[in-house]
């Protein structure tokens, strides 16, 4: 049954771990490497996920023997290499020049929208929501996912090089903390410490 107090509830909830807002320097460099960045593919690609995510998650994990942790904690590695990589200035994300689509779906469709953090709370959620409020919240939040992917070149007209740079490094060390903190809850549960 679908209830707006779930979907609100839900829809903020995804929107501060998808945390569009704080990748669009992640996203703005990466478009400067690959020159374009596909938003409707990025979006669909992390919607489809998302979705599958919902409906068998846990199963599709399963299947290949991978626990949440250990998902959360690969998502956790792939978000520390991003996030070192936007702090120290290196280049460590290589783009195949013959892959004219591929920073659409990696990182930006897997990790950066719809990573470890997005699809174990999608699981966590179904706890609490019903499956079609959830369903709801990722797409109001896809909407959103959409227009600022959209919109990042006018974002970064607007913010200038040393916006984008002060930026850049700043979420790269909000990154690289998420990341520690998803790792470090992983690997040592909190019974355990």
Known sequence: MIDFKQI??????LFSVIDILGSIPIIINLRKKVG???SEKATLAAGLLMIVFLLAGKSIL??????VEDFAIAGALIIFVIGAEMILGIE???VDPEATTGASIVPIAFPLIAGAGTLTTILTLKAEFEQVNIAIGI?????????VLKSTT???RKLGKTGLDVLRRIFGII???I???IFKSNVFPAEVI
């Open 8 to 13: 609100l509830s839900v829809s903020l909830i």
């Open 36 to 38: 374009h960045i596909q």
């Open 62 to 67: 399963n299947l290949f023997g991978i626990g």
């Open 92 to 94: 460590i994300f290589k």
């Open 139 to 147: 797409l109001l939040n896809l909407v959103f996912v959409y227009a």
């Open 154 to 156: 006018w974002l970064e």
């Open 175 to 177: 990154l690289l903390s």
């Open 179 to 181: 990341a520690v903190k």
